[in-house]
């Protein structure tokens, strides 16, 4: 905990300039959105999983395994490849392009693994429960990384430096799809961004400058924290659209879960994270508000409303933790070898 408590408190930031209590932040509680816990202490219990509690050890290995290439099936792609840490998380392209350049059948876009700890799913359909069991989808998906379990496992089986890790990260535990899963997922959920939004809603009314509380405030009036709420400002299941057709619905066959229930995204770093909407139809961040007000909303917004959220948005761009680029172990004549085919 020692060395989390270390990385966290250098990416939060812990020196808050306090103010006396602004009503837009005590509205803002009451809407629902929350601030990423300042207190290192209280966001590791806010991050971490019971089933796969964070160490050092497991994170340093997950981050490797993150940048591993040698996951995927060509030897090319690695989870940064569409979840790329030196932009917004993501990859800037309308569609998830993965083994043989083939881009994502249902026209998906990949979300950000920033702050992704605090969705209450992953994945559009939200069909898994935590970002361990996420992982393991990307790398067996044949048009995302196209790896067979049974590769990947032989892939880390076969370094030595790579055994040696696994056994540090979790004693007594067979090396399998599921823990090269645990240990990356480790490593995402420490992926965290605060922003200047979290310091006003801790009581910094200096935080946000005047046009971003007013987009704020726009943002809670209009009704946007019906869906992006919480810690994430997204992150549950919504039913997608609600109130009008969506404008860009033919782009691809994507409907949702069983349900017709869609992934809410977060909104931290928005503006980071183009192009919009789970088939990546806009780079246009005023043309996606005005979308979700009348799909989710039933209403037209005003060009002066989507403006002022728009601006409010500037806010929630955070910090992101310094990431080393690991070198990774180098392999063996007994590690399967890239296959472009």
């Known amino acids: 905990?020692?060395?989390?408590?270390?990385?966290?408190?250098?990416?939060?930031?812990?020196?808050?300039?306090?103010?006396?209590?602004?009503?837009?932040?005590?509205?803002?509680?009451?809407?629902?959105?929350?601030?990423?816990?300042?207190?290192?202490?209280?966001?590791?219990?806010?991050?971490?999983?019971?089933?796969?509690?964070?160490t050092k050890a497991k994170v340093e290995l997950g981050k490797k395994l993150y940048f591993d290439p040698r996951l995927s099936k060509s030897g090319l792609i690695s989870c940064n490849?569409?979840?790329?840490?030196?932009?917004?998380?993501?990859?800037?392209?309308?569609?998830?392009?993965?083994?043989?350049?083939?881009?994502?059948?249902?026209?998906?876009?990949?979300?950000?693994?920033?702050?992704?700890?605090?969705n209450d799913r992953q994945f559009w359909d939200g069909r898994s429960p935590d970002l361990e069991d996420q992982a393991t989808g990307p790398i067996q998906a044949p048009p995302e990384m196209d790896m067979k379990a049974e590769n990947a496992v032989k892939v880390v089986t076969s370094i030595p430096e790579y055994k040696k890790a696994f056994n540090e990260a979790f004693p007594g535990e067979e090396i399998t799809i599921k823990t090269i899963g645990k240990a990356i997922g480790a490593f995402e959920r420490t992926l965290v961004t605060p922003s200047r939004y979290d310091k006003f809603l801790q009581g910094d009314s200096s935080a946000l400058t005047k046009e971003e509380k007013e987009g704020l405030k726009t943002f809670i009036e209009v009704g946007c924290v019906s869906c992006h709420t919480g810690i994430g400002l997204g992150g549950s299941m919504k039913p997608f659209p609600v109130a009008g057709k969506y404008k860009y619905d033919n782009l691809g066959d994507f409907k949702g879960d069983k349900n017709g229930m869609v992934k809410v995204p977060t909104?931290?770093?928005?503006?980071?994270?183009?192009?919009?909407?789970?088939?990546?139809?806009?780079?246009?961040?005023?043309?996606?508000?005005?979308?979700?007000?009348?799909?989710?909303?039933?209403?037209?917004?005003?060009?002066?409303?989507?403006n002022s959220i728009a601006t409010f948005f500037n806010a929630l761009t955070g910090k992101k933790p310094k990431i080393e680029y690991p070198v990774l172990p180098v392999e063996t004549a007994s590690t399967p070898k890239p296959n472009l085919d």
Not at 84 to 99: E, K, S, W
């Open 1 to 54: 905990m020692k060395f989390l408590k270390g990385t966290l408190a250098i990416a939060i930031g812990l020196s808050v300039s306090l103010s006396a209590s602004d009503v837009l932040i005590d509205k803002a509680k009451e809407a629902g959105l929350k601030p990423i816990p300042k207190e290192v202490m209280e966001l590791i219990k806010t991050i971490d999983n019971p089933k796969n509690r964070l």
């Open 81 to 118: 490849t569409c979840h790329n840490l030196a932009i917004g998380g993501d990859d800037n392209v309308p569609v998830a392009t993965g083994h043989k350049w083939r881009g994502n059948p249902h026209h998906l876009n990949s979300p950000t693994v920033y702050n992704a700890v605090f």
């Open 267 to 306: 909104l931290r770093n928005i503006l980071e994270t183009a192009p919009y909407f789970h088939n990546g139809a806009t780079y246009d961040i005023k043309e996606a508000i005005a979308i979700m007000g009348e799909t989710q909303l039933g209403k037209k917004l005003s060009k002066k409303e989507i």
